[in-house]
């Protein structure tokens, strides 16, 4: 039952994640920073803290308690996760939901699987994956694999851009992606896939919040809450100095004002963005406390966002009017990526418990700071 109530946890966190980039397209005659950083204010500024209120009514005190070292850290890593978020954002803008999705989870997946085993290879800590542990066990083996595989389904759904890009005359792509882009859209996707790793990083360094919430007698079931505030001031300060440059540069600044634009109407759909992403983390929270497995859980968590993201790709026609090659190869892509993650879920859940778990986003930045730290 623990176990199905994780997954039905999961499934609602990456349906948030795979559809809050929706209501943004119901935003009509602002730029993409002033509606993004409205978004953004909900989902880094006001929603986290409401929910912690509502399920830690303790966490101020709690994160006043904290060791600075570990607020440090945690912010750090949700300065980095920033870059990430506002280049996803960038990567749906150019390629859409369903290849930008794809392309972004695929790198996170992938790089996410590796970063933490090679830094311990370079410094190892009792307990913690080095990449020689991935290569000298099958489990490892199985997870190397998976990111191999992942590679490939990334390959595949850039040759499906690349086709789509030939076969669509410009009227039609920008039918169902305003502003698609291959180039610039792959370049903000890879980066992205690559630094959103460092929001499980942020988790992971923000775990004694956690814990202190558990001993102060809270629910465990929404413990990661009092974690996300701290973590999300990191990436909200990236997001609003981004979105601030761009207002500048575009002269944008007259959106939040502009009576010609429908201001309620834009200010509503970009809170209900902001407000869905959050709810991806609350209930990633909620399912990780289920299943008591961060890797599987992160895996998890992707798949269900890919599938969520590709459905929406479908209903929006961001495919329609290719050629049925082009159609096959980005399915054969997104199914590829889809196997791969639960390759590397597979290989996590056969290492020996005592191991400590290789999660594809996170699992090392606590340690990390207590290596750096001496």
């Not at 609602?12 to 005659?29: D, E, L, N, T, W």
């Not at 989902?43 to 600075?68: D, H, K």
């Not at 497995?293 to 993201?309: D, P, T």
């Amino acid at each position: 039952m623990q176990i199905l109530l994780g997954i039905i946890f999961h499934f609602i966190g990456g349906f948030a994640s795979g559809s809050f980039y929706m209501p943004y397209k119901k935003v009509k005659s602002w730029h993409w920073e002033s509606y993004w950083i409205i978004g953004g204010l909900f989902s880094w500024l006001i929603v986290p803290p409401l929910a912690a209120y509502l399920t830690v009514p303790g966490f101020a005190e709690i994160i006043r308690n904290t060791p600075w070292e570990v607020i440090r850290y945690t912010m750090l890593f949700g300065v980095l996760w920033g870059v990430g978020g506002l280049t996803y954002g960038l990567g749906v803008r150019y390629l859409g939901m369903s290849l930008g999705n794809s392309v972004v989870l695929g790198f996170c997946s992938a790089f996410g699987a590796l970063v933490p085993s090679l830094y311990y290879n370079l410094y190892p800590a009792p307990g913690k994956t080095s990449f020689r542990d991935l290569l000298n066990n099958p489990w490892g083996r199985m997870v190397l694999a998976g990111v191999l595989v992942c590679l490939l389904g990334i390959y595949i759904c850039g040759r499906a851009g690349m086709s789509k890009e030939k076969e669509l005359p410009d009227a039609e792509k920008k039918k169902s992606v305003a502003e698609f882009s291959l180039v610039k859209g792959l370049v903000v996707a890879i980066i992205s896939g690559i630094l959103s790793a460092c929001f499980n990083f942020g988790i992971e360094a923000g775990k004694p919040m956690a814990e202190a919430a558990v001993r102060a007698g809270f629910n465990p079931l929404y413990q990661n809450n009092v974690i996300y505030i701290t973590l999300l001031w990191g990436g909200l300060s990236t997001n609003f100095i981004w979105c601030m440059l761009l207002n500048w540069r575009n002269k944008s600044f007259g959106d939040y004002t502009d009576k010609k634009s429908p201001l309620v109407r834009n200010y509503i759909f970009s809170a209900l963005a902001g407000t869905t992403w959050f709810l991806q983390f609350f209930f990633y929270g909620m399912g990780e406390s289920k299943l008591g497995n961060g890797a599987s859980s992160w895996i998890l968590h992707m798949a269900f966002i890919i599938l969520v993201a590709n459905m929406w790709g479908i209903l929006l026609k961001e495919w329609k009017g290719v050629s049925k090659k082009t159609t096959v190869t980005i399915s054969l892509g997104i199914l590829i990526i889809i196997v791969s993650v639960l390759l590397v879920g597979y290989g996590n859940a056969q290492k020996p418990k005592e191991t400590s778990a290789l999660a594809p986003a996170g699992g090392a930045a606590w340690s990390m700071h207590q290596q750096t730290s001496k």
